[in-house]
């Protein structure tokens, strides 16, 4: 398995393993990771993983486990035990959740990133009020990267305009990876809250989830050189 510093994740959102493949075939595992999320695991199971390792890549396990603490500790190691890079879970579980699953990693010596979902990138201040949370958005954002810290996770995923105070908040290291990312050919789609590949950067941003932009273009990896060029990454 190729071990990248690339800050790039490109999602698989497809509903098939071959087309999830015939994709991760046209890029470079050097350049890249990849992003396996709840349609194509669902379907697909770990052989997706499996495959992907085979080719060389490293795999965020996008899952967003929400459950009692046992529960979201055993999911968690069993992700890790597959060897992916990294899994995700939400925060709002709570602390006794978050601090389960990450001590889990901890006893069973696994390396695997563990990080927390704040509020959803497609959600607004509105729908927070729809579900009872009073707190604005940044509040809501800023308080559970806190208690996922806190819980002894790695990082967050987050809007980029959110990396910054995180980044006050929770420190450098603190990962914070970021969808919603649009270079400025691509279309906004479903994502409220979207920032270009360099100015998420700038802002903080560990990571870029990076999905249609690529995985829709006529040649993927001339997209991903694109968003190379453009963050000063040679590849």
Same mark, same amino acid.
């Given at each position: =398995?190729?071990?990248?510093? &690339? ?12 087309? @999830?493949?015939? =994709?991760?075939? *046209? ?5 890249? +990771? ?9 379907? !697909? ?31 968690? #190691? /069993? ?12 925060? &709002? $579980?709570?602390?006794?959740? =978050? #601090?389960?699953? @990450? ?9 695997? +990133? ?17 579900? $009872? %949370? ?5 509040? *809501?954002?800023? +308080? ?5 810290? *806190? !819980?002894?996770?790695? $990082? %967050?995923?987050?809007? /980029?305009? #959110? ?18 990312? +649009?270079?400025?050919?691509?279309? @906004?789609?479903?994502? *409220? ?9 700038? @802002?903080? !941003? ?21 968003? #190379? ?7």
């Amino acid at each position: =398995m190729h071990v990248t510093e &690339s800050p790039l994740i490109i999602a698989l959102d497809y509903p098939s393993l071959d087309a @999830a493949l015939c =994709m991760a075939d *046209q890029l470079d595992p050097a350049r890249c +990771r990849l992003k396996v999320g709840k349609e194509l695991f669902t379907r !697909s199971g770990p052989a997706v993983i499996e495959a992907l390792h085979g080719r060389g890549f490293e795999v965020f396990l996008d899952l967003k486990f929400h459950d009692i603490p046992n529960t979201v500790a055993s999911a968690v #190691e /069993a992700a890790a035990e597959q060897g992916v890079w990294m899994v995700n879970l939400h925060a &709002s $579980g709570g602390r006794a959740m =978050m #601090e389960a699953a @990450a001590n889990r990693l901890v006893q069973q010596r696994l390396d695997t +990133r563990l990080i927390a979902v704040t509020v959803l990138t497609s959600m607004q201040s509105s729908d927070l009020v729809e579900v $009872g %949370v009073s707190s604005s958005l940044d509040e *809501q954002v800023s +308080r559970l990267a806190q208690l996922s810290k *806190q !819980s002894g996770l790695h $990082g %967050v995923v987050c809007s /980029a305009q #959110e990396a910054t105070s995180i980044t006050s908040l929770c420190g450098e290291d603190f990962l914070k990876v970021t969808p919603g990312i +649009r270079p400025a050919f691509a279309a @906004a789609n479903d994502q *409220q809250r979207i920032m270009t590949p360099s100015n998420a950067i700038r @802002a903080g !941003s560990t990571h870029l989830v990076v999905g249609r932009p690529v995985t829709q273009a006529e040649n993927p990896m001339e997209a991903l050189a694109a968003i #190379e060029a453009e963050l000063g990454i040679k590849a």
